[in-house]
T-cell receptor, first 115, second 109 residues
Framework: ETGVTQSPTHLIKTRGQQVTLRCSSQ?????VSWYQQALGQGPQFIFQ???????GRGNFPPRFSGLQFPNYSSELNVNALELDDSALYLC??????????????FGAGTRLSVL | SQKIEQNSEALNIQEGKTATLTCNYT??????LQWYRQDPGRGPVFLLL?????KEKRKERLKVTFDTTLKQSLFHITASQPADSATYLC????????FGAGTRLTVKP
């Protein structure tokens, strides 16, 4: 077990709604990244937070937003949900920015279904 | 555009054989490359990291090679076991880790 916990484990929403996913980082990790994983695909990078600031963003629209808190826990918010947002959302924490510290420790993910 | 390609969607091998998985990338100049294992319904788990100046890295039955000229990494599992059945992902990047689509390995008894 990595020590990264995500909640909820499953979620069902309807198109147009908003959703908040939560992540608790591994102790001692100050960096958190969020990924979207569609069935049969690899994780797609959404964004990364380092010490409460966004520190890199993938090719996702602004309706995907996030927060990192002083205790390094994090939230992913998605507004105006679309059917294509249905996926496994993964949170990963890491020690920092140094190459050797960028090993990702993943949670088990939140399975989001948009109907 | 940047691409990471794992050239086999699925690989089936017999127990005891060596599994070899390939990761090719384009338009990247990575300082290092990582390999992860993902089991169904779970998040990926880190296995190995290899730096650009390392040709080969080993950990127990796992071996990774990294050829920055060919822009390719090979991942080997020797003496494979049914418990090695999983999806294996390669990844590279810095503060924006990019993953390949993965190769689903099945080891048959």
């Amino acid at each position: 077990e990595t020590g990264v916990t995500q909640s909820p484990t499953h979620l069902i929403k309807t198109r147009g709604q908003q959703v908040t996913l939560r992540c608790s980082s591994q102790s001692g990790h100050n960096t958190v990244s969020w990924y979207q994983q569609a069935l049969g695909q690899g994780p797609q990078f959404i964004f990364q937070y380092y010490r409460e600031e966004e520190n890199g963003r993938g090719n996702f629209p602004p309706r995907f937003s996030g927060l990192q808190f002083p205790n390094y826990s994090s939230e992913l918010n998605v507004n105006a949900l679309e059917l294509d947002d249905s996926a496994l959302y993964l949170c990963a924490s890491s020690l920092g920015q140094d190459r050797l510290k960028n090993i990702q420790y993943f949670g088990a993910g939140t399975r989001l279904s948009v109907l | 555009s940047q691409k990471i390609e794992q050239n086999s969607e699925a690989l089936n091998i017999q127990e005891g054989k060596t599994a070899t998985l390939t990761c090719n990338y384009t338009n990247y100049s990575p300082a290092y490359l990582q390999w992860y294992r993902q089991d169904p319904g779970r998040g990926p788990v880190f296995l190995l990291l290899i730096r650009e100046n390392e040709k080969e890295k080993r950990k127990e039955r796992l071996k990774v090679t990294f050829d920055t000229t060919l822009k390719q990494s090979l991942f080997h599992i020797t003496a494979s076991q049914p418990a090695d059945s999983a999806t294996y992902l390669c990844a590279l990047g810095n503060n924006d880790m990019r993953f390949g689509a993965g190769t689903r390995l099945t080891v048959k008894p």
